[in-house]
Nanobody
Framework: VQLQASGGGLVQAGGSLKLSCVAS????????MGWYRQAPGNQRELVAR??????TNYADTVKGRFTITRDNAKNTSLQMNSLKLEDTAVYYC??????????????WGQGTLVTVSS
């Protein structure tokens, strides 16, 4: 299973960006997709995730500003509104599920940089 993330860039504080992530591979099931971020000097942290029943979880710092959606069984998007300087980070897409051998997988996308300027 491979993930391809896109949509990062430079935006002014208060602006919006939308990140997208597409999963591909041979006969796999996605149980959970999520977005994590890592700012310089910080550990990678959960931003938002969505599981197969469309239950969502958000970090307290982004609640009310970010929205994660499953566009279909293998795509996810993260709509980020009212962006703040502290949202600047590399954002990583993550997916968990089972592959065609029914073995679990936990994979990461390549990361996309979001920079919020004042």
């Amino acid at each position: 299973v491979q993930l391809q993330a896109s949509g990062g860039g430079l935006v002014q504080a208060g602006g919006s960006l939308k990140l997208s992530c597409v999963a591909s591979g041979r006969h796999f099931v996605v149980d959970e997709m999520g977005w994590y971020r890592q700012a310089p000097g910080n550990q990678r942290e959960l931003v938002a995730r969505i599981i197969s029943d469309f239950t969502t979880n958000y970090a307290d710092t982004v609640k009310g500003r970010f929205t994660i959606t499953r566009d279909n069984a293998k795509n996810t998007s993260l709509q980020m509104n009212s962006l703040k300087l502290e949202d600047t980070a590399v954002y990583y897409c993550n997916a968990k599920g089972r592959n065609y051998l029914h073995s679990p997988y936990d994979v990461w996308g390549q990361g996309t940089l979001v920079t919020v300027s004042s």
